[in-house]
């Protein structure tokens, strides 16, 4: 797949101080670097190296990813929403590109 | 002396196989996808060699078959979204996309998945989804045939096949000389073939339900394709996984869509009756 789509899930409304659940999955090829091409030359590794989640830009969930994790990687996470607000996802590329994705919730 | 080890290494040899078989039989569970039940057994139709059939998501491990439960966790759903997008986009000389003829998918495509492959009176040959896609881009679009296993022709696949989610696969075997190819097809499941001298029935008949390395034998159905592999991390079209299995037979591959692979896939889908459409399939 060409381009990195992420897709997010995250419920709609909340009540205050209810935990929810996150997924989020993007796709990517997550290229490791081990392998070789036809040629015998080493495909050049590229993956998926970052991803962070913000809620009302506090940070929620992070974690640093290496090159023995599967193609289009899958987070599942659970945070505490204590007020309406903004989820913002970002995915961080070898090749320096960033991925992004902005869900709102409403706490009623 | 050495007879007698190599007599209580077989009797070992014997016990660990039967311990396996009684832990490799499908389990007994629901498959539900976004709230619609999908029909993962079924009664087999009549000269079927068995008298039920089953799905292989039945055959697969507790995570994988979670997966495939979990549309938003589904990889192959990211197919289907690239395959919208394919269905939405103007191609060729004619200036058409698919939507241009057949308007919403969801509701032109809804049975396209159950009942393919068809008779084609044009070709005088079943078609399949793949090729059917082809046919149009050629005759009513005006744009070139994708090549075999192109990534837009497996998506566009996907997302066709998608729309069937559910549906228990029907193929219409009165219709031109779909009988034919049936018995052809049939010729070709139970012929062996390579130098380890397999047919299809050896390992997804005679040994259903075993293992075969680390691999869980299922049926063998094609209603779950195009599939997500974790193996490969991507979707597999049916005729790869046709070629993959005849490869492991240490066999001559045939071409995709030759007619001895088209025999086998109208054979394989019947083999299938009444199992939902799974597409995309999540499989190991």
């Given at each position: 797949m060409a381009t990195s789509k992420p897709r997010v899930k995250v419920p709609k409304t909340a009540s205050a101080g209810e935990t929810v659940v996150i997924k989020t999955l993007i796709s990517h090829e997550m290229e490791s670097g081990q392998r070789k091409d036809k040629d015998?030359?080493?495909?050049?590794?590229?993956?998926?190296?970052?991803?962070?989640?913000?809620?009302n830009g506090q940070p929620v969930f992070s974690c640093d990813i290496d090159p023995a994790i599967s193609a289009n990687p899958y987070f599942e996470f659970s945070a505490k929403v204590p007020e309406s607000g903004t989820f913002k996802f970002t995915w961080v590329d070898d090749d320096g590109s960033t991925y992004t994705d902005e869900q709102k919730i409403e706490v009623k | 002396m050495k007879r007698i080890v190599l007599a209580a290494l077989a009797a070992v040899a014997a016990m660990s196989g039967s311990a396996f078989t009684a832990a490799a039989d499908p389990v007994d569970d629901k498959l539900v996808i976004d709230d619609k039940e999908m029909i993962i057994r079924a009664p087999a139709p009549e000269g079927h060699p068995f008298e039920e059939v089953m799905s292989g998501w039945l055959f697969r491990e507790a995570e994988t078959r979670a997966t495939e439960a979990d549309s938003f966790a589904n990889p192959g759903m990211l197919a289907v979204e690239q395959g919208?997008?394919?269905?939405?986009?103007?191609?060729?000389?004619?200036?058409?996309?698919?939507?241009?003829?057949?308007?919403?998918?969801?509701?032109?495509?809804?049975?396209?998945?159950?009942?393919?492959?068809?008779?084609?009176?044009?070709?005088?040959?079943?078609?399949?989804?793949?090729?059917?896609?082809?046919?149009?881009?050629?005759?009513?679009?005006?744009?070139?045939?994708?090549?075999?296993?192109?990534?837009?022709?497996?998506?566009?696949?996907?997302?066709?096949?998608?729309?069937?989610?559910g549906q228990p696969v029907k193929l219409d075997l009165a219709s031109g000389e779909m009988q034919s190819w049936f018995d052809k097809g049939k010729d070709n499941y139970y012929n062996r073939t390579g130098q380890l001298n397999f047919s299809c029935s050896s390992c997804h008949e005679a040994s259903m339900g075993k293992y075969i390395r680390a691999d869980h034998l299922s049926q063998g159905q094609a209603n779950g394709f195009p599939t997500y592999r974790f193996n490969t991390g991507g979707m597999v079209s049916l005729h790869n996984r046709f070629r993959g299995c005849i490869r492991d037979t240490r066999a001559e591959m045939p071409k995709a869509f030759s007619d001895e692979l088209m025999a086998l896939e109208v054979y394989v889908t019947w083999r299938g009756t009444g199992l939902s459409v799974e597409t995309p399939a999540v499989r190991q």
């Amino acid at each position: 797949m060409a381009t990195s789509k992420p897709r997010v899930k995250v419920p709609k409304t909340a009540s205050a101080g209810e935990t929810v659940v996150i997924k989020t999955l993007i796709s990517h090829e997550m290229e490791s670097g081990q392998r070789k091409d036809k040629d015998g030359n080493v495909i050049p590794r590229k993956i998926i190296n970052r991803f962070t989640c913000e809620f009302n830009g506090q940070p929620v969930f992070s974690c640093d990813i290496d090159p023995a994790i599967s193609a289009n990687p899958y987070f599942e996470f659970s945070a505490k929403v204590p007020e309406s607000g903004t989820f913002k996802f970002t995915w961080v590329d070898d090749d320096g590109s960033t991925y992004t994705d902005e869900q709102k919730i409403e706490v009623k | 002396m050495k007879r007698i080890v190599l007599a209580a290494l077989a009797a070992v040899a014997a016990m660990s196989g039967s311990a396996f078989t009684a832990a490799a039989d499908p389990v007994d569970d629901k498959l539900v996808i976004d709230d619609k039940e999908m029909i993962i057994r079924a009664p087999a139709p009549e000269g079927h060699p068995f008298e039920e059939v089953m799905s292989g998501w039945l055959f697969r491990e507790a995570e994988t078959r979670a997966t495939e439960a979990d549309s938003f966790a589904n990889p192959g759903m990211l197919a289907v979204e690239q395959g919208e997008e394919i269905w939405n986009t103007v191609e060729g000389s004619a200036g058409k996309s698919c939507a241009s003829c057949h308007n919403d998918a969801a509701e032109s495509m809804k049975s396209a998945g159950a009942s393919f492959p068809k008779w084609d009176p044009d070709s005088k040959k079943p078609i399949n989804v793949e090729l059917q896609i082809d046919k149009c881009r050629v005759k009513n679009m005006g744009a070139e045939p994708y090549k075999f296993d192109a990534p837009e022709q497996v998506a566009l696949t996907t997302y066709i096949k998608h729309q069937s989610l559910g549906q228990p696969v029907k193929l219409d075997l009165a219709s031109g000389e779909m009988q034919s190819w049936f018995d052809k097809g049939k010729d070709n499941y139970y012929n062996r073939t390579g130098q380890l001298n397999f047919s299809c029935s050896s390992c997804h008949e005679a040994s259903m339900g075993k293992y075969i390395r680390a691999d869980h034998l299922s049926q063998g159905q094609a209603n779950g394709f195009p599939t997500y592999r974790f193996n490969t991390g991507g979707m597999v079209s049916l005729h790869n996984r046709f070629r993959g299995c005849i490869r492991d037979t240490r066999a001559e591959m045939p071409k995709a869509f030759s007619d001895e692979l088209m025999a086998l896939e109208v054979y394989v889908t019947w083999r299938g009756t009444g199992l939902s459409v799974e597409t995309p399939a999540v499989r190991q």
